[in-house]
């Protein structure tokens, strides 16, 4: 039986463009107070939609990968809305990254995406965490990582085979291939995150999983393929691309499924959403890293 948000405070992180505005939106939809942050400056202009909602909405403009701009912003969030119950996980950066690049770009590159998506995510988790465990009222934590980490082809036992999957057969390639070496290394880490936190706050009731999510229309992805981020201009190649892609509210709305199980639910599972199958929550599936017995305080 699905719970209610309503009432519940939540962060979102990088949510001024693409998929993070999608997330705060699904989430006011169902009630709940909302704390934003980006490096962008538009972040600010968000909190005015989403209150149409009739939450209470705050912003501010942070880097994730910066210990002191996290600290600042989590302390503001509980100044603000006065806890934290939820924390999506969604900062991230993506950009081309080769074996053979010289140091200089590698060092850029593993600066860049190494200390959004990895160490970003672990510095808010932990900041958050801490006021978790001072609520004593349990919460959420999900960190988006990427269909590259976890498909149909990783573990391909575990797959169910949906009849209209262009990979039914076979097992779909897991990975970005050569050209993601640092982005694919950063988002594998977060299963470092997801499986000892998850051990670890099961007896606070706050649970951990992972959003391994494929090709998505927004911001970043377009930005990866040097596809315009205005509709209007796309080529009909380019649209041939797109429609292949999945919508950004339909991925929200699986997040919120998730939430909606509760602290019952599912623990330390990384969820698949890539191409070919419809976005949706699926059951959960049996832990293959960690043993289930661990979730219960008796490992």
Known sequence: MAISLKGKTAIVTGAAVGIGPAYARALTAEGVDVAVCDIRQEIMDLPAQLETNGVKAFAMVADVSRPEDVREFVDSTIGALGGIDILINNAGKCKVSLAEDGLDKTLDDYEEMVGTNLKGEFLMGRAVIA?????????????????????????????????????????????????????????????????????????????????CMGATDSWMIRDFFRFPQ???EETDEQKKEIATWMAKDDVAQVVIDLLKEGPGGRNANNINLCVGRPPKLEPPLPLLYIKEEALHGDA
């Open 131 to 211: 006021q978790m465990l001072k609520q004593d009222r349990g919460g959420e934590i999900v960190n988006i990582a990427t269909d590259h980490m976890f498909t149909c082809g990783a573990p391909h036992d575990q797959c169910p085979k949906n009849p209209n999957c262009p990979w039914a057969d076979a097992p779909r390639p897991t990975s970005g291939g050569h050209v993601m070496d640092i982005y694919d290394a950063s988002k594998w880490g977060l299963n470092g995150l997801m499986f000892a936190w998850a051990q670890a706050l099961k007896p606070h009731s706050v649970r951990v999983n992972g959003i």
């Open 230 to 232: 205005n509709s209007a």
